[in-house]
């Protein structure tokens, strides 16, 4: 087992690994950026590494780095921006008022500075990191926790409320998938009900219809016809954002996407109840300004307590969408707590479609839509994180 501080292109950083596979997790700002088998021949990083350099979001200079990156409202996440990120109290922009005082886009645990410790032993090892939030008055804690012979994150994340007051709020798992592992050969598996397309378009280059109700997966084009949201990347120069329902019939749910061309997946795992929605994010080289540079090119599976990222006002007004709530509520001096797990799994050649990842005594199961399972991972914490409600149920 591995436990170390490491440097990732000049950042502060934290490695944890095992005899299968190694994750990367930045104290600036907490992003999740790598996550690999550690095989020669299958050591993709799945996890978005945008082309521009970024540095510490807490050492962004509106005077020195706003030409870079842009205006600090989103350039201060963008500067430090990658892979797996956290948006709380807030999903979404701040508002006019919000950004004199220093708010960003998502809220402030992306672009602060978090505390973290290492706990190591011969058959596992621990990552715990920690962050207060004095605007929302939140205090935030993580574990990632991984055994030895497994490709199995486990996710624990807890929330308290430091105020006197009872407040509600937002918590997303902004998960963004990118280059080599993204491609035209990935396929994006969800349990998805309904859906609601962006209000705003796309910054005038939108590829679904703005505002619009959909069924999981087709989407409405701007023009016409649909899009299958479970496929990446298929129209250049367009993007999307889309929020979308897990089935309300589910226990536990999934994201996950599949390169078959590279028979490898990635994937999280959750329970509904803490996360009942995924907001889809796809960006395909439409963006033409700084930093973008018409470059990138990403898909968020970013799962959570809302659909959309909205406005603090859009969200608490919004309330429900589709009979399910939109935000999280947290009383006076009380705390939250959710499990999820991250998990890597390699599937055989062929194999074009996952319809569930079930969770098992001690083990996640990728099954196929013909039934068939295609992939059994060994995952012994699993019912401490994900508890089953009888023996052996599937995500259902």
């Known amino acids: 087992m591995r436990c170390d501080r490491i440097r990732w ?6 490695l944890v690994g095992n005899d299968l596979v190694e994750l990367i997790h930045l104290t600036g700002g907490g992003h999740i950026v790598d996550y690999h088998f550690r095989e020669k021949n299958c050591d993709v990083n799945p996890f978005w590494v945008p082309r521009w350099k970024t540095l510490e979001p807490f050492r962004f200079k509106p005077e020195k780095h706003t030409r870079i990156y842009g205006e600090p409202e989103t350039g201060r996440v963008l500067s430090g921006i990658a892979g797996h990120s956290l948006c709380l109290d807030l999903f979404g922009m701040p508002s006019p008022e ?41 205090a935030f804690r993580r574990s990632l926790f991984l055994r030895r012979g497994e490709s199995v994150i486990y996710v624990r994340e807890t929330v308290k409320n430091e105020r006197k007051l009872d407040q509600f709020f937002q918590w997303q798992q902004h998960a963004t998938l990118g280059a080599p592992f993204l491609s035209r050969d990935c396929v994006i598996e969800v349990p998805g009900a309904r859906g609601r397309t962006y209000p705003s378009g796309y910054e005038g280059r939108e590829l679904l219809k703005s505002d619009t109700e959909f069924q999981w997966p087709n989407a409405p084009r701007f023009d016409r016809g649909r899009v299958d949201l479970r496929r990446a990347l298929t129209t250049p120069s367009r993007g999307f954002v889309a929020g979308v329902q897990i089935a309300p019939n589910r226990n536990h749910a999934f994201a996950c996407a599949l390169n078959w061309r590279l028979s490898l997946v990635i994937g999280y795992c959750f329970r509904r109840d803490d996360f009942p929605w995924i907001a889809l994010w796809e960006e395909n080289g439409s963006r033409r300004y700084s930093p973008w540079r018409g470059r990138e090119k990403t898909r968020g599976l970013e799962f959570g307590t809302s659909p959309l990222p909205l406005t603090r006002a859009e969200n608490f007004l919004q309330g429900q969408m589709f009979g399910t709530p939109t ?13 999820y797990v991250l998990f890597l799994a390699r599937v055989p050649q062929g194999s074009r479609s ?7 005594w001690d083990s996640l199961e990728l099954v196929s839509p013909s039934d068939r399972v295609i992939s059994s991972l060994s995952a012994g914490a699993i019912r401490e994180y994900l508890p089953l409600a009888q023996p052996a149920q599937g995500c259902s």
């Open 9 to 14: 292109r000049g950042r502060e950083a934290c």
């Open 98 to 138: 919000e950004s004199k005082f220093g708010e960003t886009i998502h809220g402030e645990a992306g672009v602060s500075k978090w505390k973290f410790s290492l706990k190591t032993r011969k058959d596992q090892a621990t990552l715990l990191f920690s962050v207060r939030l004095p605007r929302a008055a939140l």
């Open 327 to 339: 935000l999280k509520h947290i009383p006076a001096g009380g705390t939250r707590t959710v499990n």
């Open 354 to 360: 996952i319809a569930n990842v079930a969770v098992k």
